[in-house]
């Protein structure tokens, strides 16, 4: 038998519980927050607060769910970072509580190569090397992966993050927090041909969408000031359009990547992989360029324990384990 790992995911906004059990994931158990919903984003001490509130339930759902006593436990996991700092700090300070008073090991773990190994879940499993493109709100990289524990970022934004710029691209619309889904929803009903938007090209495999974000702020400061109702009846072209450019510059550095490695297998992760124009459009150019497409389960896509289950195991059959000094990082470096 493998080893029976309890792992927890506290780096944002959602507070998440998962049991692994000898490389099977049992159960993945989030708990939402909804308070951040009227300020327009996440608010870090709303954030934190909410996590304490949650953790205790969370956890106890995902051992009981799981039919896991704490007493078969062969060590707990969390989420060391990157993240909300005081987020960060409930999961950490739970695990090793818990960790502490059973007696167990240990396993801090990235939040980004979490999400990687997210493909690990389930089946279709990439083969190595394979090229990951983590798409969130906070990150966009390209990862090479050699090996489940062996990875290197050879390209990453330089200043917002693809799916900040989708959010805040949406808030300026007047669209209710999260907006990313929103603009991919009204997106399917309109003209990608419409609007046209700058799209910053970054030397080598690097991204940046502050320009792309900055530019669209102004386009609708001067369509509306000839037009107040420019964004109410334009709503579907307006989303079409800003969607496809962004998906646009993803792909070209993908399509980059592939080249210089002369690396076929493709994978992406993080919540932006469930855009449905970037799904669509990464499978068509995965076809004619002869590309093995990799997904994740949308579950698996945004922040979850699940995955941060999955990098332990591999971290557990290693001996990769923290002491009880270990602290959180907010920007944690990708190892």
Known sequence: MGPI???????CDETSASVIRNGKVLNNII??????????????????????QNIVATVQTALESSGTAKTELDAVAFT????????????????KGLALGLDIPLIAVNHMQAHVLAHFIDEPKPNFPFLCMTVSGGHTQIVLVRDHLDMEVIGQTQDDAVGEAFDKAAKIMGLPYPGGPLIDKYA???????FKFPMTNMPGLDFSFSGIKTAFLYFLRDEQKTNPAFVTENRNDICASLQKHLVQMLLKKLREASVQTGIKAIAIAGGVSANSRLRSELHAMGQSLGWTIFIPAFEYCTDNAAMVAMAAHFKYLRGEFS?????????MPFE
């Open 323 to 331: 002491g009880l000094d270990v602290t959180p990082l907010a920007r």
């Open 31 to 52: 708990a939402t927050q909804a308070v951040h919903r009227k300020y327009g984003g996440v608010v870090p001490e709303l954030a934190s607060r909410a996590h304490q």
């Open 5 to 11: 790992i309890l792992a927890i995911e506290s780096s």
């Open 80 to 95: 060391r970072g990157p993240g909300l700092m005081g987020s960060l700090m409930v999961g950490i300070s739970y695990a």
């Open 188 to 194: 399917k009903e309109g003209n990608s041909e419409v």
